[in-house]
């Protein structure tokens, strides 16, 4: 059996918020609750959800950028929840982050020379000349950007280029796990398939793994082997990418799918019936004050009892991974199947 790279181990991020006008205590923000999962080298793991759901607090925890409050992170069968001061400097030349932002992460003052030149001097001890300059050029041409690019600065470039250039810069100390955070969602549709390509390509030509985060399933669909998906800290439902798209087991699934618009009329139709069946107005719980029961209850259109009052524990599904829902345990109404036939004829009632 294959030794995943990255391992995730009942990871909890709890903060601590700020204290409200005449409340006694600080209240405690429980960000991620109890999330696992793994990934090999050459694959990407797709963690998706809405705004607030917890995946940048994923990715801050396993970069050692926020404080775990329990679980257990491991590189290639090594712990490393909390790496020390001194081992700091080769646990960042084994991951390295993409974040949403390219123009407030790469420095302004400098060319792009530098921007990617420093990574191959701190880690790999080359010092500026033709040697360096050699293996920036390399870089530039794996993300596909011209010998020009070189003297550019970050302004002088297009969101995209700018995009290019920090996955050349991550790419430069050779890791063996990217993090991408967002690292798309703020470019133009066409720039972030050529983006997303460039990914693709690098990861074939490397070896890298990813964690690839996201808030549209179809564009973490697009780059990822297995997805999972994320409410309020929760992963309620993880599982294959094409398997857990065609046949999603958890209503929040559902709803991030018939959430994206189809070409097809008869299918848009379709998603626009299941969207009306969710209460998508309703709020999400604070995560300063979670439910005891399942997070998603309050927007879910076959919310039971048993719902607001117990947790429900990961179950498997249809698509060989896993569910946390009562509908695949209560009853059981659904065992592991697809929740698309039930969620179909559940909208089509009265009561929904
Ligand atoms: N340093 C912090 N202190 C207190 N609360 C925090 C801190 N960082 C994140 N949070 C809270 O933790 C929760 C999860 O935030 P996080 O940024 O991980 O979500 P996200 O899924 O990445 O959202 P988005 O899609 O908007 O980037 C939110 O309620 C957020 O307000
Ligand atoms: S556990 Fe209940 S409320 Fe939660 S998603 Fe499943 S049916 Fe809906
Ligand atoms: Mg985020």
Do not use: W
Not at 27 to 41: D, L, M, Q, W, Y
Not at 108 to 120: A, C, E, K, N
Request: glycine content about 8%; aromatic content about 6%; proline content about 7%.
């Amino acid at each position: 059996m294959t030794v995943p790279f990255l391992e995730v181990e009942n990871l909890h991020v709890h903060f601590v918020g700020r204290q409200r006008l005449f409340a006694s205590a600080m209240p405690t923000i429980k960000a991620v609750n109890g999330i696992s999962f793994s990934i090999e080298r050459h694959r990407t793991f797709g963690l998706v959800g809405e705004s607030g759901s917890g995946k940048s607090t994923v990715a801050r925890a396993i970069l050692q950028l926020a404080d775990i409050t329990a679980g257990t992170i491991r590189l290639g069968g090594v712990d490393v929840t909390n790496v020390r001061a001194h081992e700091e400097l080769a646990f960042r030349k084994r991951v390295q982050a993409v974040l949403q932002d390219p123009y407030s992460s790469l420095n302004q003052v400098h060319q792009v020379r530098t921007i990617v030149g420093d990574g191959i001097t701190r880690h790999f001890g080359i010092r500026p000349g033709p040697e360096r300059e050699k293996r920036i050029l390399s870089l530039l041409d794996e993300v596909g950007l011209t010998d020009d690019f070189l003297d550019r600065y970050p302004y002088e470039m297009s969101g995209g280029q700018r995009q290019r250039v920090s996955i050349a810069r991550a790419l430069a100390v050779a890791p063996e796990l990217i993090i991408a955070d967002e690292a798309t969602s703020a470019l133009d549709v066409s720039v972030q398939s050529q983006v997303l390509n460039v990914m693709k390509r690098v990861q074939a030509d490397t070896g890298v793994a990813f964690l690839f985060i996201g808030h549209d399933l179809d564009v973490v669909r697009h780059v990822s082997d297995d997805i999972g998906v994320m409410y309020l800290g929760y992963l309620v439902e993880q599982g294959d990418a094409d398997g857990l798209h065609d046949s999603p087991a958890h209503p929040y699934t559902e709803m991030l799918i018939a959430s994206v618009p189809v070409p097809d009329p008869a299918g848009q139709a379709d998603r626009r019936t299941l969207r009306r069946s969710f209460k998508r107005d309703s709020e999400p719980p604070s995560p300063a004050d979670l439910p005891i029961g399942c997070p998603f209850a309050s927007r879910c259109p076959f919310a039971m009892d048993i719902c607001t009052e117990m947790m429900p524990t990961p179950t498997v599904a249809r698509h060989g991974g896993h569910v946390r829902c009562h509908l695949h345990t209560s009853g059981p109404i659904l065992a592991g199947e697809s929740v698309v036939p039930y969620i179909r004829s559940a909208s089509r009632s009265p009561s929904v």
